[in-house]
């Protein structure tokens, strides 16, 4: 089935060592998109790609970089995760037609 | 900027029950809008979708939604709900630029 995955679901790292989590999707769709989403509370963007064209938040802090080597996969990563950063994190493709698919999250703790 | 307001933030139910979930969004331009629900320890799902047409719009699982334009409203409905429906709902606006703004959420808990 064409999917969203997320790698991996779950994430520990220490305060301050950087982190990656990766997206990838089958749908071939040309935007994808990360957010954060901490506990009780909406998703929040991070930022996206529309193909290769990043587009950040205005809010989002410079801590949180992402890469986009390909269609298929996208990265997040977290260079100095603090206390804060504790959260799921939501990765989503669209294509043209508005709709969003998410994947599963990767709930990152950090310790 | 576009803003997405649902009021109420828990809801507790009892089987057969109907449910009415608020959701108002703050936008001069097109929207379409977007219930989304994310059950326990699962990913954010698509319940229903407007973009125009029909202001009644039918999604999975027997639910429903009426955008009413001088409301600002996009309320979800259910005339029954059962015990998995358990989840957590979320209301979303996108503009033409395709960002979604999400609502604050509502967790529904129905008890059996």
């Known amino acids: 089935d064409a999917m969203v995955i997320q790698n991996p679901r779950y994430q520990v790292t220490q305060f301050g060592k950087p982190v990656t989590l990766s997206c990838s999707q089958t749908?071939?769709?040309?935007?994808m998109y990360w957010y954060q989403q901490k506990s009780s509370q909406a998703p929040k963007l991070l930022f996206h790609?529309?193909?290769?064209?990043?587009?950040n938040e205005a809010d989002t802090p410079d801590n949180f970089q992402s890469r986009r080597p390909n269609t298929s996969f996208c990265f997040l990563d977290i260079r100095s995760p603090g206390l804060g950063d504790a959260a799921m994190y939501l990765c989503?493709?669209?294509?043209?037609?508005?709709?969003?698919?998410f994947g599963p999250g990767t709930r990152l703790t950090v310790l | 900027a576009q803003s997405v307001s649902q009021h109420n933030h828990h809801v507790i139910l009892s089987e057969a029950a109907s449910l009415e979930l608020g959701c108002n969004y703050s936008?001069?331009?097109?929207?379409?809008l977007f219930w989304y629900v994310q059950y326990p320890g699962q990913h954010l799902q698509l319940l229903l979708k407007?973009?125009?047409?029909?202001?009644l719009v039918k999604g999975i699982k027997g639910f429903e939604a009426e955008f009413i334009k001088s409301k600002f409203s996009f309320n979800l409905r259910k005339p029954s709900v059962q015990w998995s429906d358990t989840a957590e709902y979320f209301c979303?606006?996108?503009?033409?630029?395709?960002?979604?703004?999400f609502g604050g959420g509502t967790r529904l808990m129905v008890k059996p």
């Open positions: 936008y001069g331009g097109t929207v379409n």
């Open positions: 749908l071939n769709h040309n935007v």
């Open positions: 407007y973009f125009s047409g029909d202001p």
């Open positions: 790609y529309y193909d290769k064209d990043f587009n």
């Open positions: 989503a493709t669209s294509d043209r037609a508005v709709e969003q698919f």
């Open positions: 979303a606006v996108s503009n033409a630029g395709n960002m979604l703004t």
